[in-house]
Nanobody, 114 residues
Framework: VQLQAYGGGWVQPGGSLRLSCAASKRMFSTYTMRWYRQAPGKEREWVATIYSGPRTNYADSAKGRFTISADNAKNTLYLQMNSLKAEDTAVYYC?????????WGQGTQVTVSS
């Protein structure tokens, strides 16, 4: 299984970005999919989860601003990020996990600054 994250970039505070994570196979119905992020000098932290159903969970920092979704037909996971803040600056990683194993994407940089 390969995960390819993309869509990061630079955005001003208050702006929006949509991250994508392309999976090499159909997996969203059997894997738990998550987004994590890691800011400079900090540990990697969980951002959002989508389960089959679909059901979603968000870190407090993401609630009301970020939306996780998945397109099974395209084998692509998304993270829509609105009202971005400077503290959202980080490398964002997608993750897939199940009892068959765990997989990480390579990360995509998001920079929020004026």
């Amino acid at each position: 299984v390969q995960l390819q994250a993309y869509g990061g970039g630079w955005v001003q505070p208050g702006g929006s970005l949509r991250l994508s994570c392309a999976a090499s196979k159909r997996m969203f119905s059997t894997y738990t999919m998550r987004w994590y992020r890691q800011a400079p000098g900090k540990e990697r932290e969980w951002v959002a989860t989508i389960y089959s159903g679909p059901r979603t969970n968000y870190a407090d920092s993401a609630k009301g601003r970020f939306t996780i979704s998945a397109d099974n037909a395209k084998n692509t996971l998304y993270l829509q990020m609105n009202s971005l803040k400077a503290e959202d600056t980080a490398v964002y990683y997608c993750y897939a996990g199940s009892h068959w194993g765990e997989y990480w994407g390579q990360g995509t940089q998001v920079t929020v600054s004026s």
